[in-house]
Structure formats: structure tokens, C-alpha cells
């Protein structure tokens, strides 16, 4: 026993790509005996690129402590197996469309006869049920249907295309972790399993607080660009330097503003909160881009205000605070090949240490040597 929270808790995912696999990984890591099942060729994520060692970095990085046992749920006797370790599992995690576990006869009805204490968790981009709910779609299509996309873009501007899969992530993964941990908590009081329903799209809805404080207020669904937060105000935004990088702006509080200004010599004229924004921003745009982003790293961000470059991926990752606080750790596949694991946000006594490396091995066939 290694004193974590989930230890004991086992957990069968039938999930493939991001959602469920990271929603598992992160019980993983809290002590959680997670059995991937796949196909037995592998899922699709073992050929996504840059491929590692015998895999995949990306599949890696998202299923390092797991077990993985390869079946074939058209195949009666793979799925009668499938149900017998469901009828001793505490989680099940499956991201199917709706209606695919039953046919299979793996559905909720069927495995909570079996194991009443069975917490049923069902990852989909719009629920169980609903008129969307056989509709196909991936993080992008999660987003623009939410109304949260939308927040970000403003009419006849070059649209960004957002690099976080933000739907999949904080919409599915992490909705299905916090659903899964109430749900043995409230097991604990009432021996009782659940199905726990996650849709991806409605679960998107908290990324759209402000705008739908502002629509409940006013009457008015603002656009892009309209708000505090999504462009609306000049101490609020992303602005280009010389040499065609970004300075982030939050300046949002007086005295964050004044330091700002001071910093750039914005003429006092422009200060002021009922200056028009436009012309603000317009201001501001040409200081910053009177030079280069060196420049606004050192006379910036020695200041506190809020405002800072943005950082490379590469930038961040060497970052003294994400050194100071980040615990690596490696994940290794049958070769022996290592990658750092994904970043997960578990505090470090809720976790496996980071001495210890998250093994990925081969898919093992059901019934062995089949």
C-alpha cells in the first residue's frame, strides 16, 4: 500500500484519445488500478504523431501506470470478459456514442445488476440524450457549439484557432474526475453506484461566465471583443511587438493601469477610464510596437503589474517557477524509452513520487497467447 487516496479503487476505461484516457490518468496517479481495454490492434492514439519508441508520445503521455488488455467487444467471449471485470470494478470510464455500450450488452442497466456499487461514467460531446446526442464532433466542434468560441472571435477578424483542447479537457476529462470522486464519496454513505452523465458542450458553459453574467444583466449576448475579458477594454489584452511576438496585458485594476502607463509613457490624456477605448488601444498598439519583445520583457516585468511577454512552450517549460514547483517524473514504454509525463494537476501527497516511472507495455491479448 502506497497511503494514497484511491488506492484499492479500480478502474476499467474503455476510452480512447484525450478525454477518458487523461480523466484515468489522472486516478492513476492518485493510486487508482487503472486496465486500459482496446481494440487488440491498439487504439488509434498509439499512431498519432511523433511516434516514441514502439508508440507514440502523445498516447504516453496520457497512459503511463496502466494496464492494457486488448479485446474485440464484437467477439461474445471478449465481451463476456469485459462484463466479468466490470462486476468487480469500482469505475467504469467508456466515451462511446450513446447506445453503443448496450448494444454490446456492456451498458449501465446491465453491469449495475451485476455490481450495484458500480460507478458508470460516460464521456460524450453532448449527453445521453438530447437532439444532438448521435452527432459526431471533437474539441473544436464542442467549443463553437458552446457559445465559449465565440467570446474570442470578433466579426470580419482573422479568427485564432485556440490551442488548448479546452472541451476535452476542462469539458470532459476533468468534469468526469470531479463527477467520479463524488461519486465514491457517495458511495461511501449509501453502497451505491451511479451513471454519471458528462457532455462535453454543456460542461463548457462555466468558460462563458462572463458573458452570460452580462447577457442575464443586460439583455444583451455580447460578441467578441465586448467584454472586460474578451477584448472590450485596452488594460486587457495581447498586443504585437516589434519583432512580431506578444505582450499580454492585464492590467485591469487603477493601480496596475497607472504602473503600466507609466512604463510605455501613454499620454495622460489616454489614461483616464472613460477615455475611448479604441483610441486607447490604438495608443498602446503603437508603443508596443516601437519595440521588440526583449525590450518589454525587462522594462515590464520587473514591475508587477500584471503584464508580461508570452511565453514559448519551450520558455515556459525551462520557467523558474514551473522548475520550483513542477515534480517530473518519466514514462517508459516496453522499449525503454522514456518521456517526462504529462503535467497533472494533483498535489504531490495525493500522487505516485516522481522517483517512480509509469510503465506503458505491450497490449496483452485476452486469453493470453490468443
Do not use: F, N, Y
Given at each position: 500500500m502506497t497511503g494514497l487516496p484511491l488506492d484499492g479503487v479500480s478502474v476499467l476505461d474503455f476510452s480512447t484519445l484525450l478525454p477518458g484516457p487523461l480523466a484515468s490518468l489522472m486516478l492513476a496517479e492518485a493510486g487508482a488500478a487503472v486496465t486500459k481495454i482496446e481494440r487488440p490492434e491498439g487504439e488509434d492514439l498509439r499512431r498519432f504523431e511523433p511516434a516514441f519508441g514502439n508508440s507514440s508520445a502523445p498516447f504516453l503521455m496520457l497512459n503511463g501506470g496502466k494496464s492494457v488488455l486488448g479485446l474485440d467487444l464484437k467477439i461474445a467471449a471478449h465481451r463476456d470478459h469485459a462484463m466479468a471485470l466490470a462486476a468487480k470494478a469500482d469505475v467504469l470510464i467508456e466515451q462511446f456514442r450513446p447506445g453503443v455500450m448496450e448494444r454490446l450488452g456492456l451498458g449501465f442497466p446491465a453491469l449495475s445488476a451485476l455490481n450495484p456499487r458500480l460507478i458508470y461514467c460516460s464521456i460524450t460531446g453532448f449527453g445521453q440524450e438530447g437532439p444532438r446526442a448521435q452527432e459526431a464532433g471533437h474539441d473544436l466542434t464542442y467549443q463553437a457549439l458552446s457559445g465559449g468560441l465565440a467570446?474570442?472571435?470578433q466579426r470580419h477578424q482573422p479568427p485564432p484557432l485556440p490551442p488548448a483542447l479546452i472541451a476535452d479537457m476542462a469539458g470532459g476529462a476533468y468534469p468526469a474526475v470531479l463527477n467520479i470522486l463524488l461519486a465514491l464519496r457517495q458511495r461511501?454513505?449509501?453502497g451505491m453506484g451511479c451513471h454519471l452523465d458528462i457532455a462535453m458542450t454543456g460542461n463548457m458553459a462555466p468558460f462563458a461566465w462572463l458573458g452570460a453574467?452580462?447577457?442575464?444583466?443586460?439583455?444583451?449576448a455580447p460578441g467578441g471583443g465586448e467584454t472586460l475579458l474578451t477584448g472590450g477594454s485596452p488594460r486587457y489584452r495581447i498586443y504585437a511587438s516589434s519583432d512580431g511576438w506578444f505582450v499580454a496585458v492585464g492590467a485591469i485594476e487603477d493601480k496596475f493601469w497607472r504602473v503600466f502607463c507609466d512604463a510605455i509613457d501613454l499620454p495622460e490624456a489616454l489614461r483616464a477610464q472613460e477615455a475611448p477605448p479604441t483610441s486607447v488601444v490604438d495608443a498602446v498598439s503603437a508603443i508596443i510596437a516601437g519595440h521588440d519583445a526583449a525590450h518589454w520583457r525587462q522594462r515590464l516585468e520587473p514591475l508587477d503589474c500584471c503584464c508580461c511577454v508570452v511565453r514559448t512552450?519551450?520558455?515556459?517549460?525551462?520557467d523558474a517557477q514551473t522548475i520550483f514547483r513542477h515534480h517530473p517524473a518519466c514514462v517508459a514504454d516496453d522499449s525503454g524509452v522514456s518521456?517526462?509525463?504529462q503535467a497533472l494537476p494533483i498535489v504531490p501527497s495525493f500522487r505516485h513520487g516522481a522517483d517512480k516511472v509509469r510503465?506503458?507495455?505491450?497490449?496483452?491479448?485476452?486469453p493470453e497467447g490468443m
Open positions: 467570446q474570442s472571435l461511501d454513505r449509501t453574467a452580462t447577457a442575464a444583466a443586460t439583455g444583451h512552450l519551450a520558455e515556459a517549460t525551462g518521456i517526462p509525463m510503465k506503458v507495455g505491450k497490449i496483452t491479448a485476452w
